[in-house]
Structures are given as C-alpha cells and as structure tokens.
C-alpha cells in the first residue's frame, strides 16, 4: 500500500520560512509528478507546486518566487522551502503522488501551515 508522508510546516509570523517534506513509501515505480496542494478552511484544495521525475515545476501564481520545490535526494520524496510567507497562505498543505503508468493519484495525511499576521 502506498503511503506518502509529510513533515514540517508550523506557525510563523508573516514574512518568515518553513519547510516541508514528503517522502512516498510502498512503492518502487517512480511517481510521475510529485506535488502540493492547500486547503484553507472553507476553501476549495487548490494547487500550490508540482514536479516531475524530471524536475520540471508548475508553480502556482501566487507562490511564485516565494515557494521552491526540489525533488529528494531519494526517489520519491519531495521539498517545498515557503519563503515571505503570508497570512494567506495559512492552510493544510497536502502532498500529492502520481503515477501515470497505473493511473492512481496518492494523498499525504496533510500539514498545518500557519502565517500569523
């Protein structure tokens, strides 16, 4: 069974950093992309970064030049480096997994990101 598990996130003040993690175990095919996605409360999951086995990023407009993903040094895991956080950008940051070879779509468990103003 495929689980991806996240850690970091945290409370900070506006304008300061955190860090995210997320490694996908159960499995030995490579994801397709990897990515993050934000949940803030009685909003709607949206998009914050995704990456492929390649490298290639998507980024969000609003994160762009303040959020970095890089893929692990192991397969399967992925970073986001938050920079200027904001206020707004306070929501449960989900890891995501995909492999297009099987179709299937993974879930992390979710981590608080608070930016306090």
């Known amino acids: 069974q495929v689980q991806l598990v996240e850690s970091g996130g945290g409370l900070v003040q506006a304008g300061g950093s955190l860090r995210l993690a997320c490694a996908a175990f159960g499995t030995v095919f490579s994801m397709s992309t990897l990515g993050w996605y934000r949940q803030a409360p009685g909003k709607q999951r949206e998009l914050v970064v995704t990456?492929?086995?390649?490298?290639?990023?998507n980024y969000a407009d609003s994160v762009k030049g303040r959020f970095t993903s890089t893929k692990g040094n192991a397969k399967n895991t992925v970073n986001l480096q938050m920079n200027s956080l904001k206020p707004e950008d306070t929501a449960v940051y989900y890891c995501?997994?995909?492999?297009?070879?099987?179709?299937?779509?993974?879930w992390g468990q979710g981590a608080q990101v608070t930016a306090s103003s």
């Open positions: 990456i492929t086995r390649y490298g290639s990023t």
């Open positions: 995501d997994g995909r492999n297009s070879l099987f179709g299937s779509n993974y």
